[in-house]
């Protein structure tokens, strides 16, 4: 082997390295891409599920069991007291409700909840006072996902004479 084909030699095997380098490359980031992308995913379903169960519940403390016809008779926001997950009984219980989920061999995620009454007009704002919708925001978060996951909705009380 003469001199010049040593270089080419030695030039293939950088070209080469080259490539090998970067395909590993693309795999490591293609894998991270993948893992955040699950992470999301599992954050959105563990918010769509306090969400439905928030909505499987009464709207109100005091709708519970008996009708309300005035926004004054509806409770303030917050769990009564004693009630302690999973046993809440309405809605607003779930305000300030906090809870790490470790059940997913994949990562903990870390679940917060708030509960508003909401202005019908501009369901953005929060209102003080008592009205017959209430917006919810679940915020899931975990040290393995780059973003924090925030779910809303907003629940009314109808009654039908």
Not at 30 to 42: A, C, D, H, P, S
Not at 130 to 143: E, G, I, L, Y
């Amino acid at each position: 082997m003469n001199t010049g084909q040593m270089l080419i030699t030695i030039a293939a095997l950088m070209l080469l390295t080259l490539v090998i380098l970067r395909v590993n490359n693309n795999f490591l980031s293609t894998n991270t891409i993948l893992m955040e992308n699950k992470f999301g995913v599992l954050a959105v379903s563990l918010a769509t599920s306090i969400l439905e169960e928030a909505k499987g519940k009464a709207f109100d403390h005091n709708t519970d069991t008996n009708t309300v016809t005035s926004s004054n008779q509806l409770s303030t926001i917050g769990p009564e007291s004693g009630e302690v997950y999973p046993n809440f009984n309405d809605f607003d219980d779930f305000n300030g409700f906090s809870k790490i989920d470790s059940t997913l061999p994949s990562a903990p995620f870390k679940i917060e909840c708030e509960v508003h009454y909401i202005n019908p007009s501009n369901p953005n704002l929060t209102t003080g006072s008592k009205t017959w919708h209430k917006r919810m925001n679940v915020t899931v978060s975990s040290d393995f996902m780059q973003d924090t996951i925030r779910l809303t909705s907003i629940y009314s009380y109808f009654f039908f004479r």
